[in-house]
């Protein structure tokens, strides 16, 4: 029986891990990237500042690793047994993302931010490709049911489910209640069904 080598200092507390992640986005919401710290996310997390520093190097990626949690990026595709439910379970969390979490308050600073730091838009560029590669199974998994039809451009596809919510979100501000989220649905196995 071999001893497992414990390696130095302590472990890494994953309370401290999620209080940093979820201050970050609350404070990204609050004063956006310019006027956040390293020291005011410590101080407002309750760790030292080298707690943080130990885990990011810098401003940026902690915001980086921060949104990537709170946006529950690497979270596997909906299985519903339905496309449609599944389509429908995407729209749902968008809209519950959106209007139930700070990701809501975060987006649209963040999508202002990353017009001036190249390495936010890089990140944020990856954390939509990975995002939409999600959706994106789910739509191919459609496509293999047969419930879409073959030809269909998944990318097109998923932009109509996801184009309407977010445009609602940000610019006119529409419901994005219960029924437009059933009418993005439908609008969407209208186009493309099989």
Do not use: C
């Not at 030292?48 to 990537?68: I, Q």
């Amino acid at each position: 029986m071999t001893a497992l080598a414990r390696t130095p200092g302590r472990p890494r507390s994953v309370v401290a891990d999620e209080a940093i992640l979820a201050v970050t986005v609350e404070m990204f919401a609050e004063i956006g990237l310019d006027a956040l710290t390293v020291e005011g996310v410590a101080a407002r997390a309750g760790v030292g500042k080298n707690t943080v520093y130990r885990r990011y190097p810098n401003k940026v990626d902690l915001v980086v690793a921060a949104v990537r949690h709170a946006m529950n990026v690497g979270e596997l595709p909906p299985d519903t047994g339905t496309t449609r439910g599944d389509v429908l379970a995407l729209v749902d969390g968008f809209v519950t993302s959106l209007t139930s979490t700070p990701i809501g308050r975060v987006l649209p600073i963040l999508v202002a931010a990353r017009t001036r730091v190249p390495e936010l838009d890089t990140a944020f560029g990856d954390i939509v490709a990975e995002k939409r590669a999600r959706s994106a199974a789910v739509v191919q998994r459609g496509i293999e049911r047969g419930d879409l039809r073959p030809d269909v451009d998944v990318d097109l596809v998923v932009d109509s489910f996801v184009s309407g919510v977010f445009y609602r979100f940000l610019v006119s501000h529409a419901l994005l209640d219960a029924g437009f989220r059933e009418s993005v649905v439908d609008e969407t196995f209208r186009a493309f069904g099989a």
